[in-house]
């Protein structure tokens, strides 16, 4: 497992921090599945906007061999951590490709030399089958 920082977790009050923490324990599973020994870092700033709370939030996940950053901002505590972690996750996939891969179809043109009448007398017979 990472290691998990917070940078102005302090800005917010007791309870949004534990909904925080609880909800980062959650992703760290899942980016545990594409990093092995890695650090995150995340920056929680709180903007109020008319007497409501904006939250915005940087993480920052980091390895010597990899960079990964995302940003989020929303109105609402959970949305923003949820929106965060995605970008992360989608980010995370796309670099790895550990998503499902389609499995490229068998093409009887393209096999070897020599194989060509064998593979083409198989389908053929395949389909007389069925």
């Known amino acids: 497992m990472g290691i998990l920082r917070y940078v102005g977790i302090r800005s917010l009050a007791k309870l949004e921090q534990d909904k925080v923490k609880t909800l980062m324990l959650k992703y760290m599973e899942k980016l545990d599945r594409y990093f092995v020994n890695y650090n ?21 996940i ?24 995605k970008k992360v996750l989608t980010e995370a996939e796309h670099k790895f490709h550990k998503g499902e891969q389609k499995q490229q179809k068998f093409h009887p043109k393209k ?11 198989k389908l053929r017979r395949r389909v007389k089958m069925i």
């Open 40 to 60: 995150c870092k995340i920056h929680l700033k709180t903007h109020d906007v008319e007497g409501r709370p904006n939250y915005s939030f940087h993480a920052r």
């Open 62 to 85: 980091f390895n010597p061999d990899f960079l990964f950053s995302a940003k989020a901002d929303d109105w609402d505590l959970n949305k923003t951590v949820h929106k965060l972690m």
């Open 111 to 121: 096999a070897k030399r020599g194989t060509d009448k064998r593979v083409k007398l």
